[in-house]
């Protein structure tokens, strides 16, 4: 091994996508336009959940936490990816690198957490609606989103130091946006089987669990869907589970893909074109769905903005 290889990596360099510039400041634009709407949709949902009295059920408690886990996992890695877009100098430090990826994948585990309190509490509200207050109290809803946010916490910690703990030895360009994991693990010189199984059992814990309670929830709720006699009983109840059902599938299809699917079907093209869905794409398609799907969201709207008229 050349002394080069040898070197001890202390930053780290993002490959462009293209060396089409005209592509890069296309990427730019589109990539802004997308974070900025990102940015003001859930900005939106946080202000309307804490002005208006009328949406302080459990379902908007866990859809602000939503809202303020999307304007922070977005805020991880997109700041720095427009950087890139338009930037000679491609390059972030090894605690940059390791800071990123902290916070895109404990984010990212949160939600997958939320999405199931989520689904739990749609569960609650329609299988056990006469139960459903004292079931899904305030302090029940602390305690869930606690649960989510403080374990997950952890859990990157432990993940993070478990890959920067590795040693980086001359190969320091990354073929992504940002720090991920896959294209990270490529680049350690040393044998990084325990860490991909430690990576692997990770993503089956936090990622698949969660969403097999979410599918549990789901056929309890189709089954009390389908006992209710009327045609319009069962539309009605079944709209309410919509916008969470579209969310969770976009959310959970594109993270299994992307660290669930087998080594051998893996690609690094493949993966920074996902990677564009559910770090740019996915964050803003979020409040638009929860707010033109819900009618309460919209009503919400139209008496802030009703007030803010009258003053």
């Given at each position: 091994m050349s002394s080069r290889n040898h070197t001890v990596v202390t930053q780290f360099f993002f490959l462009p996508f293209s060396n089409l510039l005209v592509l890069h400041v296309s990427l730019f634009f589109l990539v802004m336009l997308m974070y900025l709407l990102t940015i003001v949709g859930n900005m939106l949902i946080v202000t309307l959940k804490v002005v208006d009295p009328a949406l302080r059920s459990p379902m908007y408690f866990f859809l602000r936490n939503l809202s303020f886990l999307e304007i922070g996992y977005t805020s991880s890695t997109i700041p720095k990816m427009l950087v890139n877009f338009l930037s000679k100098d491609k390059s972030i430090s090894c605690l940059g690198c390791a800071t990123q990826m902290y916070f895109f994948s404990?984010?990212?585990?949160?939600?997958?957490?939320?999405?199931?309190?989520?689904?739990?509490?749609?569960?609650?509200?329609?299988?056990?609606?006469?139960?459903?207050?004292?079931?899904?109290?305030?302090?029940?809803?602390?305690?869930?989103?606690?649960?989510?946010?403080?374990?997950?916490?952890?859990?990157?910690?432990?993940q993070t130091t478990f890959i920067f703990t590795l040693p980086y030895c001359g190969q320091n360009r990354i073929n992504h946006f940002f720090c991920n994991l896959p294209p990270l693990l490529k680049l350690a010189c040393a044998d990084t089987y325990k860490n991909e199984i430690a990576v692997y059992t990770i993503a089956v814990t936090f990622v698949m669990v969660p969403f097999l309670l979410i599918l549990v929830s789901y056929v309890h709720i189709l089954q009390s869907i389908l006992s209710i006699a009327s045609a319009a009983g069962r539309s009605k109840t079944f709209s309410t589970c919509s916008s969470h059902l579209i969310v969770v599938t976009l959310f959970f299809g594109s993270g299994i893909v992307t660290y669930l699917r087998p080594k051998s079907s893996y690609s690094l093209n493949t993966d920074k074109l996902l990677s564009l869905f559910y770090s740019v794409v996915y964050p803003v398609l979020n409040p638009l769905i929860y707010s033109l799907r819900n009618k309460e969201v919209k009503e919400a709207l139209r008496r802030v903005m009703a007030r803010k008229i009258l003053v």
């Open positions: 404990f984010l990212g585990m949160t939600e997958c957490c939320l999405l199931a309190a989520m689904s739990y509490n749609r569960y609650v509200a329609i299988c056990h609606s006469l139960h459903y207050t004292a079931m899904m109290s305030r302090a029940v809803c602390l305690q869930l989103s606690a649960v989510c946010w403080l374990i997950e916490l952890l859990v990157g910690v432990g």
